[in-house]
């Protein structure tokens, strides 16, 4: 069993930046790719960015290619979402997530544990 605690959310205006965070619990966070989603007002929940557990695989969809990074510490069991150039219809609420397998980066269903969520919103 693992748990995800995601913390960084809030207000910023539109420009700027956040760092999102994810805690992990267990021992062995390194096994897993995590990814990062997030549900806007009146949308399904949208793939934002993965990593693999070494770190040597990263994807992200290509409207958010540029302007969010995710990275990982193991040795903190933490995945960071760095959000940059934010705008107003990145306000969501943005999930942590993590899986086992190594494919299908995009599709929630895939993913064995997720975090409650952290609030970004975005004003103009």
């Known amino acids: 069993q693992v748990q995800l605690v995601e913390s960084g959310g809030g207000l910023v205006q539109a420009g700027g930046s956040l760092r999102l965070s994810c805690a992990a619990s267990?021992?062995?966070?390194?096994?897993?790719?995590m990814g990062w989603f997030r549900r806007r007002p009146g949308n399904e929940r949208e793939f934002a960015a993965a990593i693999s557990g070494n770190g040597a695989r990263i994807t992200y969809p290509d409207s958010l290619k540029g302007r969010f990074i995710i990275t990982r510490d193991n040795a903190k069991n933490t995945v960071y979402l760095q959000m940059n150039s934010l705008k107003p219809e990145d306000t969501a609420v943005y999930y942590c997530?993590?899986?086992?397998?190594?494919?299908?980066?995009?599709?929630?269903?895939?993913?064995?544990?997720w975090g409650q969520g952290t609030q970004v919103t975005v004003s103009s």
């Open positions: 267990g021992r062995t966070f390194s096994s897993y790719t």
């Open positions: 997530a993590a899986k086992y397998s190594t494919s299908y980066d995009y599709t929630p269903a895939y993913y064995d544990y």
